[in-house]
């Protein structure tokens, strides 16, 4: 089955070190992002990439970075920038084919830096 | 930039009944897209709805439904004969259009309402 898998499902850190989070998918989508949900915030933007080697800072990327080098790869780091790491990250991506095709998301990775 | 606002933190409502849960939006744009994602305890993130803003007819999925008033920048999505696996976040997303220059970005959500269903 195609989807979007995010992994690990939830990341313990110390404060001050970098930390990777996955995302894959084999959708064939050429769109994808990162979210970042906290409680009462909804969904905001980080990052998106609209193709291989190639993306955009979202509306709070400030202590994050990300790479598009594969179509189907997406990662995100969170580097000891990030003021305040902890929360549930959410993956998405989309076919972009259509202006109406909906975002496809992952089972999201919780973080917790301590 | 475009914002999506959901009044109702959380709703609750009797299994079997009717439920509508409400979105506004303020944009400039003539040409968008609306969406309502449902998000479980399991944290998931499932398309519920969408619409065109070029379509007047509302959308309908079985017994979800929206009222999509375009010059009141509205809209909300009734969920009928409410199901214990209703219970959920409930987003609301907007998207531009590409072809007039947006949409690259992704979504841009309100702060979700809780739908609880009471038994």
């Known amino acids: 089955d195609g989807g979007i898998t995010q992994s690990p499902k939830y990341l313990f850190r110390k404060e001050g070190q970098n930390v990777t989070l996955s995302c894959e998918q084999n959708?064939?989508?050429?769109?994808m992002y990162w979210y970042r949900q906290d409680p009462g915030q909804g969904l905001r933007l980080i990052y998106y990439?609209?193709?291989?080697?190639?993306?955009q800072k979202g509306d709070i990327a400030e202590g994050y970075s990300v790479s598009r080098e594969k179509k189907e790869s997406f990662p995100l780091t969170v580097t000891s920038a990030q003021k305040n790491p902890t929360a549930f990250y959410l993956c998405?991506?989309?076919?972009?084919?259509?202006?109406?095709?909906?975002?496809?998301f992952g089972n999201g990775t919780r973080l917790t830096v301590t | 930039a475009q914002t999506v606002t959901q009044s109702q933190p959380e709703m609750s409502v009797q299994e079997a009944e009717t439920v509508t849960l409400s979105c506004t939006y303020d944009?400039?744009?003539?040409?968008?897209?609306l969406f309502w994602y449902k998000q479980p305890p399991s944290r998931q993130m499932i398309l519920v709805i969408r619409?065109?803003?070029?379509?007047?007819q509302n959308a309908t999925e079985n017994r979800f439904s929206v009222n999509f008033q375009k010059a009141a920048k509205s809209f909300s999505l009734k969920i009928s004969d409410s199901q214990l696996g209703d219970a959920a976040m409930y987003f609301c997303?907007?998207?531009?259009?590409?072809?007039?220059?947006?949409?690259?970005?992704?979504?841009?959500f309100g702060k979700g309402t809780h739908l609880i269903i009471q038994p």
């Open positions: 998405a991506s989309s076919s972009d084919r259509g202006n109406n095709s909906p975002l496809h």
């Open positions: 959708l064939n989508h050429d769109a």
């Open positions: 990439s609209q193709i291989v080697n190639d993306f």
């Open positions: 944009t400039s744009e003539s040409d968008y897209y």
């Open positions: 619409q065109e803003a070029y379509k007047q």
């Open positions: 997303a907007y998207r531009s259009d590409r072809y007039s220059g947006g949409g690259a970005d992704g979504l841009t």
